[in-house]
């Protein structure tokens, strides 16, 4: 059963960094995509970044210049670097994983709470 465990959040003030981590049990090559979610206060869940197998980025406008989204195959471990945090980056941040074969298969984490107050 593929795993998917999101580590890396925690309190930060405005204006600071933090970098999560998502950790698979598969090689992140073997997934056609993956991505960073977040689910805000009373908020929908929205995506912030994905990346494709081709190294393809894209990015939630919010956050571009200040997110960045990487991965590590070997360590089976998708990143992302959050730079300049604001409070309304508060949010649960939720990995996803994507196989595309004949069908659509997604793998999701159970998300890492990210608060972003002084």
């Known amino acids: 059963q593929v795993q998917v465990v999101e580590s890396g959040g925690g309190l930060v003030q405005p204006g600071g960094s933090l970098k999560l981590s998502c950790t698979t049990s598969?090689?992140?090559?073997?997934?056609?995509?993956m991505g960073w979610f977040r689910r805000g206060p009373g908020q929908e869940r929205e995506l912030v970044a994905t990346?494709?197998?081709?190294?393809?980025?894209r990015y939630l406008d919010s956050v571009k210049g200040r997110f960045t989204i990487s991965g590590d195959n070997a360590k089976n471990t998708l990143f992302l670097q959050m730079d300049n945090l604001k409070p309304e980056d508060t949010a649960v941040y939720y990995c996803?994983?994507?196989?595309?074969?004949?069908?659509?298969?997604?793998?999701w984490g159970k998300g890492t709470l990210v608060t972003v107050s002084s």
């Open positions: 996803k994983a994507t196989r595309i074969t004949t069908t659509n298969t997604e793998y």
């Open positions: 598969e090689r992140i090559s073997w997934f056609s995509r």
């Open positions: 990346m494709a197998t081709d190294g393809t980025t």
